[in-house]
């Protein structure tokens, strides 16, 4: 706030705007946002995933359970990608938000969805990390996704 020079009287007070309604969630493409109107980001927080993660799991997929070492300089789908220690089996963002694990044949066809996986994180991730899902999972039944809240993923094996 610019304080008056002397002589000068201040500005009046401003009234009080309404609060707008409520109004249904609107999605914003920030790239082109700061491309039209010519904006620079002069901040940006940088996510450093973690080196490796642990999965354990009670009641079924058991082959998911273990290590996973993150793959540098590699993606899926705009996010870290992560495989099991001695197996074929990755980690991977879906191109609609959800954590999966899943195995070769779906890193052959460039991790397109959750249909070939045994594990899938219950809900969109936006943006978090796997070990920040909580309980929210689900796993292959043989028919459908079921939630299990035994699955964890963990950064560290006491964290399980």
Not at 47 to 63: F, I, K
Not at 145 to 160: C, G, L, R
Request: proline share 9%.
């Amino acid at each position: 706030r610019t304080l008056p020079a002397i002589g000068e009287s201040e500005p009046p007070p401003r009234t009080p705007t309404a609060t707008p309604p409520a109004s249904p969630r609107v999605e914003i493409d920030f790239g082109s946002v700061l491309a039209k109107h010519s904006l620079a980001v002069t901040r940006v927080a940088v996510y450093r995933p973690p080196e490796e993660l642990h999965v354990s799991t009670r009641n079924g997929q058991w082959a998911y359970a273990g290590r996973y070492d993150l793959v540098d300089g590699e993606e899926a789908n705009g996010m870290p990608l992560w495989k099991q220690l001695y197996a074929d089996r990755w980690l991977f963002s879906t191109p609609d938000g959800m954590w999966c694990f899943a195995g070769r044949h779906t890193r052959a066809r460039g991790f397109p969805s959750q249909e070939q996986g045994g594990i899938v994180s219950s809900v969109r991730h936006g943006g978090k990390a796997p070990q920040h899902m909580g309980r929210r999972w689900s796993r292959w039944d043989g028919s459908r996704f079921q939630e299990d809240a035994s699955i964890s993923v963990a950064t560290t094996e006491q964290d399980e």
